[in-house]
């Protein structure tokens, strides 16, 4: 699976966040914050299994190595979404399992949106979607809105990882003093005039601070407008 230029941006970015030292590697105790900072409370053993994915034999993962245990961890996610869909358990997708697990998940598809997302993703032509067929297509789209569409659970869960990212202290708001220390650790030099730019264009009752739910709107607004 070939990653674009924004998806490798989007791995660095994580790949940053629990790189807490800057070493370029993510070393045992940088995993296991980092994971518990994003709401994954993970064993030891858990750790063990995820360096094990990797193949890691020095117990830090390198950038390339980060690349491979999320392509790993993506697909195991896009098995268990295809599981959910085929419903009787064939092995593949038809359009009725489609059409039934997007109203179970409240989708307002029509029955042309349901035509067009099988016609994408059935490369062979027989009607039904096969597994790799399923995983190339959701790779396929992966930056569009196909992808956020089909998905919004996860992209919720993505945003809740970047609010978390961005949350500092932790308050359940990102504040001034968040995206301070953020600017300080990226070696970025903030002005006032940015940093009060950022505040207006997110802070939308003017409380000083950002929820979540103004941070989403935020992110969804900005993809709108591209």
Do not use: P
């Amino acid at each position: 699976m070939t990653l674009s230029e924004g998806q490798v941006a989007e791995l660095q970015r994580s790949f940053h966040a629990f790189d807490a030292n800057g070493s370029g590697f993510i070393e045992m105790d940088e995993l296991r914050e980092g994971l518990k900072r994003f709401g994954y409370n993970i064993s030891e053993e858990g750790i063990d299994h995820l360096l094990a994915l990797v193949e890691s034999t020095d117990d830090k993962i390198d950038f390339e190595e980060f690349i491979a245990w999320n392509a790993l961890l993506w697909k195991d996610e896009m098995k268990t979404k295809f599981q959910e869909i085929d419903k009787d358990n064939s092995g593949s997708i038809d359009k009725v399992e489609l059409k039934q697990w997007a109203k179970k998940m409240g989708y307002g598809f029509t029955e042309t949106e349901i035509d067009d997302i099988c016609y994408e993703m059935d490369s062979t032509g027989n009607d039904k979607i096969s597994l790799d067929e399923f995983i190339n297509g959701m790779a396929a789209n992966r930056e569009g809105n196909s992808y956020f569409v089909i998905n919004g659970e996860i992209y919720m869960e993505k945003l809740k990882s970047e609010f978390r990212a961005l949350d500092v202290d932790n308050s359940g708001y990102i504040t001034r003093s968040d995206f301070r220390k953020l600017a300080k650790k990226a070696h970025y030099k903030l002005s006032k005039k940015e940093l009060d730019r950022t505040m207006q264009s997110m802070d939308s009752n003017g409380d000083g601070k950002i929820s979540f739910e103004e941070f989403m709107a935020s992110v969804v607004k900005m993809t709108e407008d591209v």
